[in-house]
């Protein structure tokens, strides 16, 4: 499990740390995984020319520190200054093995740009002088030190002007915004340095390959078609294809079998494509509803929320939702549908994705997958697990309606709503990595139904 803790989880560890070791330790051994990550990047440090942005905290210090390792191994470093004061103990270090102070607007054009600027402690935006000062060295590799600059670091908003990593070095565990976008896009590849902290349990977290693995259902011996699971599909009544989609994602065999409820007509198209698919004539253990469904999707919930099972809610049926839901319920917006669900516009929900998936949860008391980049799963009370796993190829028409296929099969085959949704997601997301051939072709949604055991197979 890949976690991500809050800014003051962070500073209680690092506390608790520091109380036991000698001053400065963390900071070198920050800075120590900040100067090999450059190094890196360059391919060397010998004649490396490397700017660091210094702001006034901490996070100027590690740059500093990083900066005189490197500069030890031939770098030559400059500093521009951007805080109210620097941290003095680095500096000196870095001026005694030859790193130069320049004022904003006169560094040397650098290899590589160290973002130092403001680490947790920093307040979200940048000042005007960070601002013109990035602007010089467009084009540059940045490497920023715990976190881009400017990026609200416990929700992964990006409300004002903020440094766009290459690479982001972070330190003792992740942060919210390094999973969370619109902050994560700006973080560029993650790094994580090991510090020595020791961690409560993480608020926000994304699932391994390891995870999924130990989450997934698998048949065992005694078990026959029933007892694996059998999954209910109502969809596609306005737009077949979203049906056979919804289908798609949900025969990928990860259930013992799967029961189509919509119209005859597009029944028999199903069947075409899917002849292990039954009729809808006997119990299900869970639903998927919503898909192409148009305006028979307020009756497909309905009908669905009659039985006491848990109910995939997609799509069209998300403005049907009851109040209290009798069951439990995963919800799969994509930000315009949540927008409309929370009653505000689609850019306050894209631009503040974290806040809005858990309020959604909490709301109707469901778990909320919200579709992106980084698709979040927010189960109510807080926790929320986010897909790293995909390529842009995935945002691709009918991409949803397999993903809600496919966690509705794994809510069938006996996993927790949120469990369901955060595996379901990074399946899809992996099989369209696989699909594409690592982000290298095109694909279309059934090519990532279709990928789906394959991925299963590396697990
Ligand atoms: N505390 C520790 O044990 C460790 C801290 N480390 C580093 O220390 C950082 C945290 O340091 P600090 O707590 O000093 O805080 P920061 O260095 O993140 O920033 C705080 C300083 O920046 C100023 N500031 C805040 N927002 C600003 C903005 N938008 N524009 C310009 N200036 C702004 C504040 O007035 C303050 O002086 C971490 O991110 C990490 O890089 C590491 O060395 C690892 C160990
Ligand atoms: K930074």
């Not at 439990?328 to 315009?336: N, R, S």
């Not at 809600?404 to 990074?426: E, I, K, N, Q, R």
């Amino acid at each position: 499990m890949r976690s991500a803790h809050t800014v003051e989880q962070v500073r209680a560890a690092e506390q608790a740390l520091m109380a036991q070791l000698p001053d400065g330790t963390l900071m070198a051994r920050a800075a120590a995984g900040l100067a090999a990550a450059v190094v890196d990047l360059l391919g060397g440090a010998y004649g490396r020319r490397v700017l660091l942005l210094v702001g006034s905290g901490d996070n100027g210090g590690d740059a500093l520190y990083a900066g005189t390792l490197l500069a030890r191994r031939g770098s030559a470093v400059e500093v521009v200054p951007l805080g109210s004061t620097v941290h003095e103990a680095g500096l000196a270090a870095l001026r005694a093995v030859g790193g130069r102070v320049v004022a904003t607007g006169e560094a040397a054009r650098p290899d590589v740009v160290v973002d130092g600027i403001v680490g947790i402690g920093g307040r979200p935006g940048l000042r005007d002088d960070a601002a013109a000062e990035l602007a010089r060295h467009e084009g540059v590799p940045v490497v920023a030190v715990d976190v881009p600059s400017g990026v609200s670091v416990d929700d992964g908003r990006v409300d004002g002007p903020h440094v766009r990593a290459d690479v982001t070095v972070t330190f003792g565990t992740h942060k919210v915004a390094h999973l969370v976008d619109p902050a994560a896009t700006a973080c560029g590849a993650v790094l994580l340095v090991d510090i020595g902290l020791e961690l409560p349990t993480a608020p926000v977290t994304a699932l391994q390959p390891d995870d999924v693995a130990a989450l997934l259902p698998r048949p065992r011996g005694a078990d026959h078609k029933y007892t694996r699971g059998v999954v209910g599909i109502r969809t596609g009544t306005a737009y077949p294809g979203a049906g056979l989609l919804s289908v798609a994602g949900a025969a990928t065999g990860l259930v013992g079998m799967v029961r189509y409820a919509g119209p005859d007509a597009v029944f028999e198209q199903v069947r075409l494509v899917h002849p292990e698919v039954v009729a809808a004539t006997g119990r299900v253990q869970a639903w998927v509803v919503g898909s192409g469904g148009g305006e028979a999707a307020g009756a497909d919930l309905a009908s669905a929320l009659r039985d006491d099972i848990p109910v995939v809610v997609d799509a069209d049926a998300l403005a049907h939702l009851p109040a209290e839901p009798p069951v439990p319920l995963v919800l799969t917006p994509h930000a315009g549908e949540l927008a409309r669900m929370l009653g505000v516009e689609r850019d306050e929900v894209e631009a503040r994705q974290l806040e809005h998936a858990r309020a959604a949860a909490e709301r109707w008391n469901a778990v909320c997958l919200l579709k992106g980049r980084h698709t979040l799963v927010a189960a109510p009370g807080g926790d929320v697990r986010v897909t790293t796993t995909g390529v842009p190829w995935l945002a691709t028409a009918g991409a949803g309606d397999v993903l809600a296929g496919l966690v509705g099969a794994l809510l069938a085959a006996g996993l927790a709503p949120y469990d369901a949704a955060s595996v379901g997601s990074w399946l899809h997301g992996a099989a369209a990595t696989y699909a594409s051939d690592g982000g290298r072709a095109p694909i279309t949604a059934l090519d990532v139904a279709r990928s789906v055991p394959a991925v299963i197979r590396t697990l």
